[in-house]
């Protein structure tokens, strides 16, 4: 017995021991409860932070948008045009590209005519520039189709320079759709498709946008007006398809040599910003009718002027017509036409191919007359077409035979 008490007292020690780690395991758990609850607090708190960054990139993109605006006196003047004054700027010009020391580089051409889009009235400007810098032909053609407003519903843009050892081409097109302003842009070294990329812009955001197209139509109707109004600041999309602003301003009236005489020609500022911060300015001066005397980059050696009397080289592709210069029409870089000689191109393809598939009988005929053609050889392919062809004359298909009566 004596022993047996021993041994529980010693093993008393051990329980305090343990009733102690178990109420240290105790006093731990609401540590613990408390980590816990901190990590979830943290996981809970992500959300937030990422709603808060994407918050922060909006403000950034609407700070973007605050920043580039169009003025009220500019989206004022768009909306004051009228049908008179938009009939006055339906005419076309040529002018021609010249260097400093009186050479001709090229020619440079813009007509805005009355048309339908989607049966739909508006004004189709089409302005193309051609000539060669250094031996290499290079060329910019812009088609737009506006508003009576000069708002933009479709336009093409298409750079190109010919190298010796392959071509570099820049397309870019821009279409409403719905209450979007869609995109798209690529630009082709040989074959390869270097870069490609497709934005769009809710058309609220473009509020006063001027566009290639769009701002050549703008100048003539200042022009006519013969006074541009103070902070006449539009926005455009500059090369990377970002929000930029371009400015129009007032420059002094000067004289020019036009025709063969002195005359007084009003002149307008362009100014359009860039994201890299590189701005380009032109100075256009125009004749009292809204024609172009003068057009030129600030810095650049190259000017494009209105000139009577051409060289015997550019002669050929000039024509009067009503006292007027007639540009020769290049279905091909026309939208318009473009898409009614896809759509003729398809139908035909389609008819041909369709009496192809009803008349069997002409593949096996031209395949004897290919086959028959290469194993004679002839010298005179014509003279051996007409000794083939002749007996087939006296054929008749089942289908022409006349039906005889039966006896």
């Given at each position: 017995?004596?022993?047996?008490?021993?041994?529980?007292?010693?093993?008393?020690?051990?329980e305090e021991?343990?009733?102690?780690d178990?109420?240290?395991?105790?006093?731990?758990?609401?540590?613990?409860?408390?980590?816990?609850?901190?990590?979830a607090?943290?996981?809970?708190?992500?959300?937030?932070?990422?709603?808060?960054?994407?918050?922060?990139?909006?403000?950034?993109?609407?700070?973007?948008?605050?920043?580039?605006?169009?003025?009220?006196?500019?989206?004022?003047?768009?909306?004051?045009?009228?049908?008179?004054e938009?009939?006055?700027?339906?005419f076309s010009e040529?002018?021609?590209?010249?260097?400093?020391?009186?050479?001709?580089?090229?020619?440079?051409?813009?007509?805005?005519?009355f048309?339908?889009r989607?049966?739909?009235?508006?004004?189709?400007?089409?302005a193309?520039s051609?000539?060669?810098?250094?031996?290499?032909?290079?060329?910019?053609t812009?088609?737009?189709?506006?508003t009576?407003?000069?708002?933009?519903?479709?336009e093409?843009?298409?750079?190109?320079?010919?190298?010796?050892?392959?071509?570099?081409?820049?397309?870019?097109?821009?279409?409403?759709?719905?209450?979007?302003?869609?995109?798209?842009?690529?630009?082709?070294?040989?074959?390869?498709?270097?870069?490609?990329?497709?934005?769009s812009?809710p058309?609220?955001?473009?509020r006063?946008?001027?566009?290639?197209?769009?701002?050549?139509?703008?100048?003539?109707?200042?022009?006519?007006?013969?006074?541009?109004?103070?902070?006449?600041?539009?926005?455009?999309?500059?090369?990377?398809?970002?929000?930029n602003?371009?400015?129009?301003s007032?420059?002094?009236?000067?004289?020019?040599?036009?025709?063969?005489?002195?005359?007084?020609?009003?002149?307008?500022?362009?100014?359009?910003?860039?994201?890299?911060?590189d701005?380009?300015?032109?100075?256009?001066?125009?004749?009292?009718?809204?024609?172009l005397?003068?057009?030129?980059?600030?810095?650049?050696?190259?000017?494009?002027?209105?000139?009577?009397?051409?060289?015997?080289?550019?002669?050929?592709?000039q024509?009067?017509q009503?006292g007027?210069?007639?540009?020769?029409?290049?279905?091909?870089?026309?939208?318009?036409?473009?898409?009614?000689?896809?759509?003729?191109?398809?139908?035909?393809?389609?008819?041909?191919?369709?009496?192809?598939?009803?008349h069997?009988?002409?593949?096996?005929l031209?395949?004897?007359?290919?086959?028959d053609l290469?194993?004679?050889?002839p010298?005179?392919i014509?003279?051996?077409?007409?000794?083939?062809?002749?007996?087939?004359?006296?054929?008749?298909s089942?289908?022409s035979n006349p039906?005889?009566p039966?006896?």
């Amino acid at each position: 017995n004596v022993s047996d008490e021993a041994v529980s007292e010693e093993s008393k020690p051990e329980e305090e021991f343990k009733a102690s780690d178990e109420a240290v395991s105790e006093e731990s758990k609401p540590e613990e409860e408390f980590k816990a609850s901190d990590e979830a607090v943290s996981e809970e708190s992500k959300p937030e932070e990422e709603f808060k960054a994407s918050d922060e990139a909006v403000s950034e993109e609407s700070k973007i948008e605050a920043e580039f605006q169009a003025s009220d006196e500019a989206v004022s003047f768009l909306t004051s045009i009228e049908p008179e004054e938009l009939q006055k700027c339906v005419f076309s010009e040529t002018l021609m590209v010249m260097s400093e020391s009186g050479g001709i580089l090229g020619e440079f051409s813009v007509s805005v005519e009355f048309t339908h889009r989607a049966l739909e009235p508006c004004v189709i400007l089409h302005a193309r520039s051609h000539g060669a810098i250094d031996g290499s032909p290079c060329g910019t053609t812009v088609t737009a189709y506006l508003t009576a407003d000069l708002e933009v519903l479709e336009e093409d843009y298409h750079e190109y320079v010919k190298l010796d050892s392959y071509n570099v081409e820049k397309r870019s097109h821009m279409v409403q759709r719905g209450k979007q302003m869609v995109i798209n842009k690529f630009t082709v070294m040989g074959e390869d498709v270097t870069e490609e990329e497709c934005v769009s812009y809710p058309m609220s955001v473009l509020r006063g946008l001027v566009t290639e197209g769009s701002s050549m139509l703008l100048m003539r109707l200042m022009a006519l007006r013969k006074k541009v109004p103070k902070n006449m600041v539009f926005i455009i999309l500059d090369q990377s398809l970002h929000i930029n602003q371009t400015t129009f301003s007032e420059l002094d009236v000067k004289e020019m040599q036009v025709r063969g005489e002195t005359v007084e020609v009003f002149g307008l500022e362009r100014m359009v910003g860039s994201a890299d911060a590189d701005h380009s300015t032109w100075h256009c001066y125009f004749l009292d009718n809204g024609y172009l005397a003068s057009r030129k980059q600030v810095g650049s050696p190259v000017t494009m002027k209105f000139i009577q009397e051409l060289s015997k080289y550019q002669n050929h592709n000039q024509q009067k017509q009503g006292g007027r210069m007639k540009i020769p029409l290049v279905w091909q870089e026309d939208m318009q036409l473009y898409s009614l000689y896809l759509d003729k191109k398809d139908f035909l393809k389609a008819e041909h191919n369709s009496y192809l598939r009803e008349h069997p009988e002409l593949r096996a005929l031209l395949s004897d007359f290919i086959q028959d053609l290469l194993i004679v050889k002839p010298d005179n392919i014509f003279q051996f077409a007409r000794e083939y062809f002749p007996p087939y004359s006296t054929y008749h298909s089942p289908e022409s035979n006349p039906k005889t009566p039966s006896p």
